[in-house]
């Protein structure tokens, strides 16, 4: 059997070696390492994946929303609504920016933005709400966009971890994740969904005037060179990250396809053991994205996330690694009971269903190579110990 890791990115390099280094070469041979032609290139063949109008290239995720918040002009006590489970970075921005964080608690069978809580914490200084669309599942942006508009709200899409996931209305009209809101973000590190071999980012709206704004914003405030109009940052993909995600780019519904066929391989070997809740497992390909989805084009499988409800976790996640099984708990504290962003507003019983993911969820390997060998032993290792 072939090694197991948590993201096999030396196994899915060699499929595509050739291209990518084709591509990689072409910018050698260019010379033009900063918004050269490959960076044109993606960023056009990106719009066109996406069907967005604007796709604007950036350093990374974290600046892809610290950008998109800047350029949205909001303001020192301003209140941005976020969820309290995901990864710092949405959370670190808005505290970065003088704005005010607002940390709300999940769905139990998403791990997304719980919409009741949201419309709890809605109040006259909110802005701005920023969903994550985590381990790879759109949130219910359906929700989301009614309380936006009914409230006057921007809506930021955090969409790094679901770059390519599908997102469906009740009239049955699709739209790519993060393509939704206001503005969306997403991120190209190296074990992203649509990673690059280093750090990038992209902030992606279809509205012209915010693209004209987060152009300037990413490139020193300028709009005409030497001339700062506001203050900006330096944040820029550069053109041989550019040139692997270009090559990589067609390669990304295959991508997805290959995630949800591990997440359905688990989903099915997992799914009558009693100590484990598979993520949101019920119907399959529902119309409706409010509705809790299985393997479905809402979900890319950024990470396999189980819970285990027996109290083993941590047993599990060290057995697993005794039997050469990589495996993550994302996230092991709640951002409410961080240091960094703990606030006495926060109050333990609004975060029920936070506090108890953090004690139960383990995420197994989840990458595009996964092949069934691996798949059967991963599981049954897992059967064996919780049985
Ligand atoms: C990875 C990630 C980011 C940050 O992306 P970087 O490119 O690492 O800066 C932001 N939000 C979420 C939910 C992420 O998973």
Do not use: W
């Not at 991508?255 to 100590?275: I, K």
């Not at 019983?349 to 691996?374: C, G, R, Y």
């Amino acid at each position: 059997m072939k090694k197991i890791q948590m993201v096999d990115l030396q196994s899915q390099y060699q499929q595509i070696k050739e291209t990518v280094d084709n591509s990689i070469q072409e910018v050698l041979n260019s010379s033009t390492y900063i918004n050269g032609p490959a960076v044109q290139k993606f960023q056009a063949d990106l719009e066109n994946y996406l069907n967005v109008k604007h796709v604007i290239p950036c350093a990374n995720g974290t600046d892809a929303l610290q950008i998109a918040m800047m350029a949205l002009g909001l303001e020192q006590g301003d209140e941005i609504i976020t969820a309290d489970f995901t990864f710092a970075a949405t959370v670190e921005v808005i505290a970065l920016l003088k704005l005010t964080p607002v940390l709300v608690d999940v769905d139990a069978k998403t791990f997304n933005i719980d919409i009741e809580a949201l419309k709890k914490a809605i109040t006259p200084k909110t802005k701005a709400i920023v969903p994550v669309h985590l381990f790879g599942q759109v949130a219910n942006m359906a929700a989301v966009m009614e309380i936006a508009k009914e409230h006057n709200l921007f809506v930021i899409e955090d969409n790094a971890q679901a770059i390519g996931a599908d997102y469906t209305f009740e009239d049955g009209t699709t739209q790519k994740a993060g393509t939704i809101g206001n503005v969306g973000t997403t991120s190209f590190f190296p074990s992203k969904n649509l990673g690059c071999y280093g750090d990038g980012g992209a902030i992606f709206t279809n509205d012209d005037a915010l693209a004209h704004t987060i152009r300037g914003i990413v490139n020193h405030g300028m709009y005409e060179r030497y001339y700062h109009d506001v203050v900006g940052v330096n944040s820029r993909l550069d053109s041989i990250q550019a040139g692997v995600l270009q090559a990589k780019l067609p390669n990304l519904d295959e991508y997805c396809d290959a995630r949800r066929n591990a997440a359905r391989f688990y989903n099915n070997a997992l799914a009558n053991n009693p100590n484990i809740i598979t993520p949101s497992a019920k119907s399959n390909k529902t119309k409706n994205c409010n509705a809790i989805c299985d393997v479905c084009d809402c979900h890319v499988f950024h990470q396999y996330t189980l819970q285990i409800t027996n109290g083993k976790r941590d047993e599990l996640h060290k057995h697993l690694l005794e039997n050469g099984i990589p495996n993550a708990i994302y996230y092991p504290v709640a951002l409410h009971s961080q240091k960094a962003y703990s606030d006495a507003k926060y109050k333990e019983e609004d975060f029920p269903v936070t506090n108890n993911l953090i004690k139960t969820v383990i995420s197994l390997p989840m990458h595009t190579e996964l092949d069934n060998e691996q798949l059967d032993f991963i599981t049954k290792t897992i059967i064996g110990f919780l049985k």
